[in-house]
């Protein structure tokens, strides 16, 4: 195997890791988001949720770029 196709390997295996890290990242997420329950403080439980919902974007932009590489 030549030098290109090993540097190609091994920036593909990167990609791939790094779409498999943030693909369990928004399961977790999703888990997370899913299975909080409604709390007495509405205002708290809204808070977090948004929080939760920020970082799944942010989260979903990160795919995005990676899997458009």
Known sequence: MNLKNQLYKIC???INK???TIERRLNAMAEARN????CV???KHETGRTMMHLEEEKTR?????VDSE
């Open 12 to 14: 593909l295996d990167n």
């Open 35 to 38: 299975s909080e329950t409604k």
């Open 61 to 65: 932009m990160q795919y995005m770029q």
């Open 18 to 20: 790094r779409i498999s």
């Open 41 to 43: 403080v509405g205002d």
